[in-house]
């Protein structure tokens, strides 16, 4: 359910680089962080306050389900993608998979793989030349996920 102004509301789960880049590229785009999560309630508080959210939930089932979350961001270890994905295609909210070329911790092959298993809403958008932390692709990734939720 999008704002009353109009604006798409996301959360995103993981509040280290990309996270922050995710939060960035979300109000370029028009867009307000309205939940996050963490593991524990301390890591979820600095979190709020890391990103900017509106607010902490207590479990990555109720961010997936929250009515007021129009997409989830997840910005985490990539070995904890595959469960969160899940959660949130389970709520019938879009899953976004952003992938560097050059990624030697997740090759595109895996993830092309991941993504195969996927139902929709989806889509994988792969950075040219990019690696795991997008070194110099940052304001790319920026746009493309600006790109991917205003459509």
Do not use: W
Not at 45 to 60: F, I, Y
Request: charged share 20%; aromatic share 4%.
């Amino acid at each position: 359910m999008a704002a009353p102004s109009g604006r798409f509301r996301a959360a995103i789960v993981g509040a280290g680089f990309i996270g922050a880049v995710h939060a960035h590229a979300v109000r370029a785009a028009g867009g307000v962080v309205a939940a996050t999560v963490g593991r524990t309630p301390e890591t979820t508080a600095r979190a709020v306050a890391a990103l900017g959210a509106e607010r902490g939930v207590g479990s990555m089932d109720e961010l997936a389900a929250a009515a007021d979350v129009d997409v989830v961001h997840i910005c985490t270890p990539n070995s904890t993608h595959a469960e969160m994905a899940e959660a949130v295609i389970a709520a019938g909210k879009p899953v976004f998979l952003i992938q560097g070329e050059r990624d030697h911790l997740a090759p595109v092959k895996s993830v092309q793989r991941f993504y195969g298993t996927l139902t929709e809403p989806r889509e994988l958008v792969i950075v040219d030349g990019a690696d795991h932390l997008f070194d110099g692709h940052v304001s790319e990734v920026a746009d493309t996920i600006a790109d991917l939720l205003s459509e």
